[in-house]
């Protein structure tokens, strides 16, 4: 098994409510290992050309709009098969589906303001850790 990264977003909702900590903790805990972390304000733009993917689906607007309106905990984690650890760790994007014990099951106001935003294979984890991090960033 290889040891991989992974990119976390810790939301505005979730830094709005001083959840920051307890995400690392659980982070940490689950065997993953947080090597590069910046706290933020997104701007526009910045959500927009992160989700670009996302810009012909009805929810767009919104979630830039959600994504922009304040702090939000970019990270890069490292683990053995992090990007799968991390997304059982980060339950179903709609909370009410996610699994007891997971962040957005725990965390999560509503599907759009899920608490966390973690990459969904290798390849868009090695481009969304590029969109934030410099290489020099990271310290492994």
Known sequence: ?????????IKPDATRRNLTGEINARIEKSGLRIVAQKRTVLSR??????????????????????????????????????????????????????????????????????SVHGSDSEDSAQEEIAFFFAAMDIVG
């Open 45 to 114: 733009a910045q959500v927009e050309s992160f989700y670009a993917a996302h810009k012909d689906r009805s929810f767009f607007p919104e979630l830039c709009a959600f994504m922009a309106s304040g702090p939000v905990v970019i990270q890069v984690l490292e683990g053995v098969e992090a990007v799968k650890k991390y997304r059982a760790l980060m339950g179903a994007t709609n909370p009410s589906q996610a699994d007891q014990g997971t962040l957005r099951r725990d965390f999560a106001e509503s599907i759009e303001a899920n």
């Open 1 to 9: 098994m290889a040891t991989q990264r992974t990119l976390s977003i």
